[in-house]
């Protein structure tokens, strides 16, 4: 397998890219937005546990890749529920590297997969917890959530219909980006969000 390169562009981005497209010349995401997205937390409702899943630090430590002609992934263990009664796991999931599309939108999906001591286990995932973004507008985008930067440099979409956008007042806004799952025996729920440099692109048709 081609050699794969950690950078910046939600901490990563392929190595997978040809000569001719050098990856110092990739557009990246803002540091602050690499953070907010590698910094998600879940609650679990009985116990009424929360903990963080992953930090930007702890990322890249012990990378799964696989690799294929339409998409590269990179996933990693997260930080299990402090009783161990939900284990979870990261996942990144881009498009290749082209020149036409040098810094696809990348895909951050958190999974969580119960013990089963519970006959279900209801999550609250957290995808961004009361993050302190530079300045950004709340929008729809296809029925999901959406966070816009007001330079039109970034953008951030809810992976379901179903999660909410909480800012929180004060010096900086900071906003938290929420989705609830309940899971039945062992049985794994997941919750993703996209996050891609430069313009929202356009909606999807309505089906």
């Known amino acids: 397998m081609r050699t794969l390169t950690l950078t910046l562009c ?3 981005a392929g190595g997978a890219a040809a000569a001719d497209l050098p990856l110092a010349d ?9 953070s907010a997205c590698l910094s998600p937390s879940l609650t679990e409702r009985v116990s009424g546990l929360s903990w963080r899943v992953l930090s ?9 890749v696989g690799e294929s002609p339409d998409t590269l992934t990179l996933a990693q263990d997260g930080a299990a529920h402090p009783n161990g009664w ?12 082209t020149a036409a599309n040098p810094a696809p939108v990348q895909t951050l999906t958190v999974t ?30 296809g029925g999901r959530p959406a966070l816009v930067a007001d ?4 953008f951030i979409i809810a992976g379901s219909p179903k999660a909410k956008l909480v ?11 929420t989705e609830t799952a309940t899971a039945k ?9 996209r996050v891609g440099v430069g313009a929202l692109p356009a909606e999807p048709a309505a089906e």
């Open 10 to 12: 939600l901490a990563l």
């Open 26 to 34: 990739a557009p990246i995401l803002p540091g602050d937005v690499v």
């Open 151 to 154: 330079a039109g440099d970034w």
């Open 56 to 64: 930007p630090e702890a990322w890249g430590r012990s990378i799964d």
């Open 86 to 97: 939900v284990r979870t796991r990261v996942t990144v999931t881009q498009a290749p590297r």
């Open 112 to 141: 969580a997969t119960p013990s089963g001591i519970l006959p279900e286990t209801t999550v609250v995932f957290d995808l961004l917890k009361e993050a302190a973004l530079p300045p950004c507008t709340a929008k729809a985008w």
């Open 167 to 177: 800012r929180l007042e004060g010096e900086q806004p900071r906003w938290t980006l």
């Open 185 to 193: 025996g062992t049985a794994p729920v997941s919750a993703s969000l």
